[in-house]
Structures are given as structure tokens and as C-alpha cells.
């Protein structure tokens, strides 16, 4: 099968969609093949684990960059001259905490960099899609990117690269999340229609931009984000207050697009896109309420919501605890809404992929595609 | 095999399947391109251009060479925020030498990172630069969104201290400001510092005060004493040509002499702030003792009273509410002071693109259920009282031993002190 013919499916072309419509059925009615072509569980296994180790490393990164702890420790890879899992736990643990949470993520990315590791390993031995392999490939390859990308910050002492190491960590998530995902018993299953139940519905290109769109606008405004935070000694006061303004703009419009979102791809009545559509509001409410929260506990109360009683007398206290879990959640919180709204575009695609598969089904008199026939 | 085959490609969406990961790859790209060389490390003050623009204002001279010139003097004295310095060299007396100890100086400028041991360097840019500026303008990056706005150390006035109203804070004063904050502005309580970074801040707060008083006086004193025109002027006066070596001493030139004496002033109203401690601020009658309903209803009455008329400001029974337009003496400065209309947006532009910020309303606390910014014990609102509040509208009430038409007693404003206590809420 060429490149143009897969292609072609998506445009629900005849001819395309045929071919991979012959092309899903076939395990199917073959258990054999099916047999032998299983997912793999590993794979999955290990996309789980990088995820709820990713997500914690988030926290932790989070929490170097709110405590301002990014060079408690100077050298890398290294730790103060001992190689990372020889610096002495003792000196570790009962140090500074800065140095601890420093350290700690970079102990912790190096746990995440094996995991990686193992996962290409697993899906090359036992994954049959190619592209699957590929993701988990891309996988390693962002996280060690990414622990360069740290080294590198840490090296230079230079926040511009902060920021850049901050805004790449949630793109390593939401790969890992994707891995996750398409890896999943479910995912291998479901194989479009079966003759018997509804037949599986496209979501539109409407509803697939929208997905798209909204999943661009999260990064943006996560990159936005990420600007207020590494703000520069010399940051001016006008680029500084069009990043806020602009952060808090991008923040109301994903609010108003998750619902709509939601109502957009529901329509397929693919269970797991509405799952992830509630989801996806339910993230993106809670973000801006850590947002408007990040800004009071970093700028003191602002002077919108001054008719709130609530805030006369507020004190901004500097790294406070309760105050840099505020913060930090904020950054984790972008990269799960990140993560969501990937999860929304690709079971778009899946979807659609699907329902192709199945007007080709439905074009073949017996449901079953010809060359199984 | 065949099928084999159709099975695996079945499977396979093949990389076309995620080309929705293509948006992110650009969106990547595009971030790199926005982010990248703006982390150059900070090599230099920015000069004071908005004072220089006002001393304009005010002499219709030109200011350029003049600014140049001080600039120049100002580098030669102060260091670099890659090197700052304290000129000690210049200063006579224990006092004024170790007003800022120099190797506490080194650890506040500059990028931050720590040891070991705990050890901070580069606090003032980890903790203030982003309100306060490199400079310790006030107008740093997040200044404009917040009101208050962050004080600007240069023109050296301060609000909260316990010194009397144009004198400048104790170490003490700016020590407790840090520690506290200033509840109900941005400023934040920085309570988790260690003792040693504490004193690293108080003396670098003090530093660039001081840098900032002497560059703001070199400036308009160029241009309204010393005569900079558009040209700098001659040798012996020439602010350009002094260093740190040739400014004492026989070598020293005209320029020198000026440029230390502004210096020494300025330097001596720091040292000797503590000897101008609000007078019988130490001794509430009622201290100790709870504080008699009597007491509060004397001061509420003379709250609402012609002598000191709190009421005018803050509202009857200090629930604020009334209307008064007035500004705080930052941004008077560049408005009021060189008769522009606050307001006027296009009279102000030239100055806000020098780095001003927009003149803010300067309004009158809500006392009623409200809470003071610069802390409410008792001793603390006695200093406000009589004192005022520097700055700001605030005005100082007058003393006398006995009562009169102008002013109150002590025993008077602990009197309004005791009613002011029951109206603000404590935290
Ligand atoms: C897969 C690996 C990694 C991931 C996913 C990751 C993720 C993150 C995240 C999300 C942040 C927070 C950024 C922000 O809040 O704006 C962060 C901060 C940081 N990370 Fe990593 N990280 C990884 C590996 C490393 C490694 C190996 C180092 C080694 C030195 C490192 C050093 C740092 C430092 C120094 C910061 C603080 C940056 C600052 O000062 O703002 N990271 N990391
Ligand atoms: C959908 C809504 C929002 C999303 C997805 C979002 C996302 C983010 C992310 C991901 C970051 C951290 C970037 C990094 O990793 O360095 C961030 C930072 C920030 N966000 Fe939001 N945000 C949202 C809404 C808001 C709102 C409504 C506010 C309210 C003012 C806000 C205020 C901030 C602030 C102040 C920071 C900087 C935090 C710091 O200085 O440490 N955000 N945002």
C-alpha cells in the first residue's frame, strides 16, 4: 500500500478506503493472524508507568522552577562532582531543599530516561505497528532531549532554556500519554463495525479542526505561560503585561471552546471522545481557577476582583508551601490539559479512520471486506 | 502471508496517522524563535532616562550630554550589577563606610543559583528584580499590574518606617518590611529567607537608593548648576572624567568634590536615620492595660473633628467613600509637578516609553473592616498619625503640649489611635 492511498482514506475516497477497510477486517476473521499479531502488553505496561512517572516529574520539575532552585546545583551530569546516583543520600536528604528537589528531578529523569529506554526495547521486540514503534522511538528521543535540555540550563545558567526544557516536558507527556493510549486493550479491539451493532461514525472535519485548533491553542498558551513565568531581569512592563493579558485571553477562550468541543465530537457517540471531552472541561476549569489563584499568591490580590472581599489584607508570602503547590499544580494541570486534548485529536482521527473503514464494509454486500471474503 | 501482511498494515496507520503532532512541531519551532537571546545576563544599570526627561521638563535644557556624563560617574562608583561596589573610598566615618558591607553586595545582583550549603547568590534577582527593576526603578516587569505600584528606591522615600517622614528607614525598618510584607499590596512577606540573605537585601536595597538619590541630583544638578548644555562641559567639571581614584585628594576636580559631597549627604541620611526616630512613639498610655471604651470614643470624635478631619479622607466612621483625586509624589513627579494632567494619556507617553509607569489614583484607606499596610500595633499608627504617611496624601497631624484650634496632644492621637485599632480588622 502507498503513501497516496492511505492518504485518499482520510477524504473517504473509494478506492483507499477499501483497501484499509479490507485491510482492518482482516484479523478479525482470521484468529490466527490475530494471534500472532497481538499488542503489545508490555508496551502498554511501560507507557503507563512513564506516564505516572512523567507527570510526577512535572510536579517535581515544577516545583525546582517555582522554589527558583534551578542551579542548586551547578554541574551536570553530575552532582557536585559525584556521578548522579553516587551523591550521598544522607548529604541528599538532609540538605538544602533546594538541592534536594534539584537533584531528586533529575534522579527521578533519569528513572524516566530507563523507562524510555525499556519501552522502544519492548515495542521493537513486540509491537506490530510500525508507527507505534516509531511514537515510543519518539518517546526516548524527546526525553533524552529533554534531559540534555536540563543539563544544558543548567550549564549556561541560562533561563531562556528553562524555559524552553520547561515547554518541551509536557510535549514528552503527552507522548507518552498517546503511547499509553493506542496501546491499550480497547484501542487494539475495537475494530470498527461488526456487522451486527451500529455501524461507527466519522467526527467531521469540523469537529477535527476544532480538536486541533483548541490542541494548539493549549500549547500556546502554555508557551505564554511558561513567558510570565521565566520573566527576565529585563523584561519590559508593556511585553510582561501583553503576555498576562494575553494568557488570561487564550484562558477564556479555551473555557469557552471545551464545551463546545465536547458537543462537537460527542456527536460521533464514541464513548471515549465524550469521556475525554468532560474531562477536557473539567481540566480546563480547574486550570483557571489555579490560574486566577497562581496570580494571588504570586501578585497579591489583583485589583479586578477587589470588589471580593475576600482578598483585602492578602499577604503574598515568598515560597510559601501551600503557595508554591498552588503554582506548581497550575504547570502540571497545562500539561494534563495538553495531554487531553491530544488524546481528543487522535481519537478523531481514529474515529474517522474507523467509520471509513466501515462505508467500505458497508459498500461490500456481505460486511466482510473482498479479499477476506 | 498475504494476509500477515494486510494484518500489520491494518494495524497501521502508518506516520501520516499522527500528523496531527505536525501543529505542535511548528508551534515548537515558533516558540524557539520567540524565546530565543533574550537571556543575555544583565551588564549594566539602566540609566534613570525618565528623570532626565523630567529635569528637562523643568529647565527646558538639554539633557542628553548631562545624562551621559552621570552615567558614566555613576558606573565608575557604583560598579555593575556584574560587580557591584560600595565606594567606601569616598565616604569618611565607620558609619557611612560599612553602611553596606561589600561582600553582601556581591551575592544580591546577578543570576541566581546556590551551594551546598544553602548559600544564595543572585537574591535580588531571585526575589525582587521582576517588581522592583534591575535598578530599584519600581518598574520592573510586573509593575504595571499591580496597585500600589513597587517602590522606587531612587527617589528615597519610603512608607513604612519608624523614622520620621522624610527621613529614610532604619536596617531595621526595611528588615521588618521583609520579613512582614505589606499586607493588601504585592509585596511579599519573604519570611522564609534566611537571616544572612536578609541582610544582603537591606544592604542592597540601601545601595540602590543611594546610587539612584546620587544619579537623580548629578542630573539635575549638570543641568541647572553646572551648566551641561548639549555639549559636556569643560574639564573640571566634567562628571565623565572621575573614577573612583581620582575623586578625593588633591587630584580631585571640581566635578569630584560636587559629586562626593551629594554623596556624603545622602549617605549621612541613611546612617543617621535611627536619630530621627518618631518622637514618644514608644510609650502607649495604654499599653499593657486594655484600652478604655473612653479612650476610643475621644478618638472617633476627634476622627470625625475639624483638627485632624481623618473623616475628610477616609470616609465617617472611616468607611472610605470619598471622592479625592490626588496622586502619590512618584508619579507627581512626572505629571502634576511639570503640569501635566495625569490623565492626559498623550502628555505622558513620551515618559512611560522612558519605562514611567501610569499614574494611579493614590486613595485613602478603607479603615473600617480594612487593614493597614504597614502594619497596625498601636506604636506603629502613632508614627502614622503624627507623622503621615511619606509619599503619599497622607498628611501628618501637627503637635502641641496642650490642646488647640491647629493640633492635638499625644495623649490625642493615642486617642485616635485606640478608635483607629477598632476599626481596622487584625490578621
Ligand atoms: C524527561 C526528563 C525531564 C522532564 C520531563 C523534565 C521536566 C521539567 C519540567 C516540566 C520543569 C518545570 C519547568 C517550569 O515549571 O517552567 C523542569 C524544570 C527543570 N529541570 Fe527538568 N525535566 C527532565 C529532565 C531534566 C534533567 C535530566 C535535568 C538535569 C539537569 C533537568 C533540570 C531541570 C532544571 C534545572 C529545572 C528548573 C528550570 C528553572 O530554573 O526554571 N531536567 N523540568
Ligand atoms: C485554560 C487555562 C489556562 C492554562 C491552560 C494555563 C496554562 C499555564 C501553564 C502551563 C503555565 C506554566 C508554564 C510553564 O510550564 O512554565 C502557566 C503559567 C501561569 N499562568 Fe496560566 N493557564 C491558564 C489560565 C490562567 C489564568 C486564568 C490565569 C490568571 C491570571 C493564569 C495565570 C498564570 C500565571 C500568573 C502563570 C505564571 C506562573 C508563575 O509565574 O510561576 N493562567 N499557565
Redesign the pocket.
Known amino acids: 500500500m502507498t503513501q497516496t492511498e492511505v492518504e485518499t482514506t482520510t477524504t473517504d475516497e473509494a478506492t483507499g478506503a477499501a483497501a484499509l477497510g479490507s485491510a482492518w477486517q482482516a484479523p478479525a476473521s482470521d484468529s490466527a493472524a490475530s494471534g500472532a499479531l497481538a499488542r503489545s502488553k508490555w508496551l502498554h505496561v511501560f507507557s503507563v508507568l512513564a506516564v505516572c512517572l512523567?507527570w510526577p516529574?512535572?510536579w517535581v520539575?515544577?516545583m525546582?522552577?517555582t522554589m527558583d532552585a534551578?542551579m542548586a546545583v551547578p554541574d551536570?551530569p553530575g552532582t557536585y562532582g559525584y556521578n548522579l546516583f553516587l551523591y550521598p543520600l544522607s548529604t541528599w536528604v538532609s540538605g538544602p531543599f533546594d538541592l534536594f528537589i534539584?537533584h531528586g528531578?533529575?534522579l527521578l529523569?533519569s528513572v524516566?530516561?530507563m523507562v524510555a529506554i525499556v519501552m522502544f526495547a519492548v515495542a521493537i521486540k513486540g509491537e506490530p505497528r510500525r508507527w507505534v514503534i516509531a511514537l515510543s522511538g519518539l518517546v526516548l528521543a524527546m526525553?533524552i532531549g529533554?534531559?540534555v535540555l536540563?543539563?544544558v540550563?543548567?550549564l549556561l545558567s541560562d533561563r531562556s532554556s528553562?524555559m524552553i526544557?520547561?515547554c518541551v516536558?509536557p510535549i514528552?507527556f503527552v507522548l507518552c500519554c498517546l503511547c499509553a493510549s493506542v496501546t491499550r486493550r480497547s484501542w487494539w479491539d475495537r475494530k470498527g463495525f461488526d456487522g451486527q451493532s451500529n455501524p461507527p461514525q466519522g467526527v467531521g472535519k469540523l469537529a477535527l479542526g476544532f480538536a486541533i485548533a483548541f490542541l494548539c491553542f493549549a500549547y500556546l498558551q502554555l508557551v505564554l505561560g511558561?513567558q510570565v513565568?521565566?520573566v527576565q531581569p529585563l523584561t519590559s512592563t508593556k511585553m510582561f503585561t501583553h503576555l498576562v493579558v494575553t494568557h488570561v485571553a487564550v484562558a477564556a477562550g479555551l473555557l469557552a471552546a471545551a464545551p463546545v468541543l465536547l458537543t462537537l465530537t460527542r456527536r460521533c457517540g464514541d464513548l471515549t471522545l465524550s469521556r475525554l471531552g468532560v474531562g477536557l472541561i473539567m481540566f480546563v476549569t480547574l486550570q483557571v481557577l489555579l490560574g486566577v489563584s497562581t496570580w494571588v499568591v504570586k501578585y497579591g490580590w489583583p485589583e479586578i476582583l477587589s470588589s471580593l472581599p475576600l482578598g483585602e489584607g492578602y499577604l503574598v508570602k515568598s515560597k510559601g508551601f501551600f503557595e508554591s503547590m498552588v503554582v506548581t499544580a497550575h504547570?502540571a494541570v497545562g500539561s494534563l490539559i495538553l495531554a487531553n486534548a491530544a488524546l481528543i485529536v487522535m481519537q478523531c482521527y481514529r474515529q474517522n479512520w474507523l467509520a471509513a473503514g466501515d462505508q467500505s464494509v458497508q459498500r461490500s454486500p456481505s460486511g466482510v471486506a473482498p479479499e477476506t471474503a | 502471508m498475504r494476509l500477515v501482511q494486510h494484518s500489520i498494515i491494518g494495524y497501521d496507520f502508518t506516520m501520516n496517522r499522527i500528523h496531527f503532532l505536525r501543529p505542535i512541531g511548528g508551534l515548537m519551532a515558533w516558540a524557539a524563535v520567540l524565546m530565543s537571546g533574550c537571556d543575555a545576563p544583565v551588564e549594566q544599570y539602566p540609566p534613570n532616562a525618565v528623570h532626565a526627561l523630567v529635569v528637562h521638563h523643568r529647565t527646558d535644557l538639554p539633557t542628553e550630554a548631562a545624562a551621559q556624563e552621570v552615567t558614566q560617574l555613576i558606573d565608575q562608583w557604583f560598579g555593575t550589577p556584574l560587580e557591584p561596589h560600595w565606594p567606601a573610598e569616598l565616604l569618611s566615618g565607620q558609619a557611612a563606610k560599612g553602611l553596606v558591607d561589600q561582600d553582601r553586595l556581591l551575592r544580591a545582583p546577578g543570576s541566581f543559583y546556590s551551594d551546598q550549603d544553602n548559600l544564595h547568590y543572585g537574591l535580588y534577582t531571585e526575589h525582587c528584580v521582576r517588581c522592583h527593576g534591575v535598578n530599584g526603578g519600581g518598574n520592573g516587569a510586573a509593575s504595571a499590574l499591580q496597585n500600589p505600584y513597587p517602590r522606587d528606591f531612587r527617589a528615597g522615600i519610603f512608607k513604612w518606617k519608624s523614622t520620621q517622614r522624610s527621613a529614610r528607614p532604619t536596617k531595621d525598618d526595611l528588615r521588618r518590611l521583609m520579613v512582614h510584607g505589606a499586607p493588601g499590596t504585592s509585596m511579599p512577606s519573604f519570611s522564609r529567607l534566611s537571616d544572612d540573605d536578609l541582610d544582603v537585601l537591606v544592604d542592597y536595597v540601601i545601595y540602590l537608593s543611594v546610587r539612584g538619590e546620587l544619579e537623580r541630583w548629578l542630573l539635575y544638578g549638570a543641568v541647572e548648576e553646572i551648566g551641561y548644555g548639549d555639549e559636556p562641559v569643560e574639564d573640571p567639571f566634567r562628571f565623565g572624567l572621575v573614577s573612583i581614584d581620582n575623586a578625593t585628594g588633591d587630584r580631585a576636580s571640581e566635578a569630584a568634590l560636587y559629586a562626593a559631597e551629594h554623596l556624603k549627604r545622602i549617605v549621612d541620611q541613611w546612617g543617621q536615620s535611627a536619630e530621627v526616630a518618631v518622637p514618644g512613639a514608644s510609650s502607649d498610655p495604654a499599653s499593657g492595660s486594655s484600652v478604655d471604651a473612653d479612650s476610643v470614643a475621644r478618638g472617633k470624635e476627634l476622627f470625625h473633628g475639624q483638627v485632624a478631619n481623618c473623616a475628610g479622607c477616609h470616609g465617617v466612621d472611616g468607611v472610605g467613600g470619598v471622592n479625592i483625586v490626588d496622586y502619590d509624589d512618584w508619579s507627581k513627579e512626572y505629571s502634576t509637578r511639570l503640569g501635566i494632567t495625569p490623565t492626559d494619556r498623550q502628555a505622558l507617553e513620551p515618559f512611560e516609553a522612558l519605562g514611567a509607569l501610569r499614574p494611579r489614583l493614590a486613595l485613602p484607606r478603607e479603615l473600617a473592616g480594612g487593614y493597614a499596610h504597614g502594619g497596625a500595633d498601636a506604636v506603629t499608627l502613632y508614627r502614622r498619625i503624627t507623622q503621615g504617611i511619606a509619599g503619599t496624601p497622607m498628611p501628618a497631624v501637627m503637635l502641641s503640649e496642650t490642646p488647640s484650634a491647629t493640633a492635638l496632644t499625644p495623649d490625642q492621637v493615642w486617642d485616635l489611635v485606640h478608635y483607629v485599632e477598632s476599626l481596622l480588622e487584625t490578621k
Do not use: K, P, S
Request: net charge positive; glycine share 30%; no cysteine.
Open positions: 512523567v516529574l512535572i520539575g515544577g525546582v522552577t534551578g551536570w534539584e528531578h533529575r529523569a524516566v530516561g526525553v529533554q534531559g536540563g543539563g540550563r543548567v528553562a526544557h520547561g516536558g514528552v511558561a513565568r521565566h504547570v
